[in-house]
């Protein structure tokens, strides 16, 4: 797992103080919540909002407002990150086994795939504004031969292209050559 996920982790796990239902409801928390979920990108993010409660361990703040602030100072030189609406994926790959993917779903993936280098490569740029996230930007596994092997395979569309492999390639020609030799004979029949 990624160090900085990891550290995340067992922070949250570490946050055994349970804020009572009206420190919650005196902290406004719902309101601020629902504030925040309607700026999100994507319903799944949207509803992880919703659905989070405060920190109440020091540690836990701590770590959410250096993580916070290292994506601000960030910003403060550059655009934001390439956020990515990751949901469509996801759903795609929860559905109940056994999953097949068709080929505009695989397009789909090498597009959210293709996002989230992006996003790895824009916080590997920052390093120095953004030093823990940098590392877990380290740490993240590239996408970029799984959207190359999509990519030669498939077309924006999601159809086997015919340079996928040179058996489909020779296959295909020969069944052009059967459809024009057929579409021949019929006319000469016409």
Request: proline share 6%; glycine share 6%; net charge positive.
């Amino acid at each position: 797992m990624i160090s900085l996920l990891a550290r995340f982790e067992s922070a949250r796990r570490d946050d055994r103080v349970v804020l009572d239902a009206r420190s919650v409801r005196l902290l406004e928390w719902e309101r601020i919540t629902a504030q925040v979920a309607a700026h999100c990108r994507n319903p799944l993010a949207a509803d992880a909002v919703r659905a989070r409660r405060p920190f109440a361990s020091p540690v836990s703040v701590a770590l959410a407002h250096e993580l916070a602030d290292e994506v601000a100072r960030a910003l403060a030189d550059a655009d934001g990150p390439p956020l990515v609406d990751v949901s469509g994926a996801l759903a795609l790959i929860r559905r109940p086994p056994p999953v097949r993917l068709e080929g505009p779903d695989l397009v789909h993936v090498a597009a959210v795939a293709r996002e989230l280098d992006d996003l790895r490569r824009w916080f590997l740029a920052r390093r120095e504004a953004c030093p823990r996230w940098g590392e877990a930007a380290v740490q993240m596994a590239t996408f970029d031969g799984l959207v190359g092997a999509i990519g030669r395979a498939l077309d924006p569309d999601g159809r086997i292209v015919d340079g996928a492999s040179p058996l489909l390639a020779r296959l295909r020609r020969a069944v052009a050559g059967q459809e024009r030799a057929v579409r021949s004979e019929v006319g000469q029949a016409m």
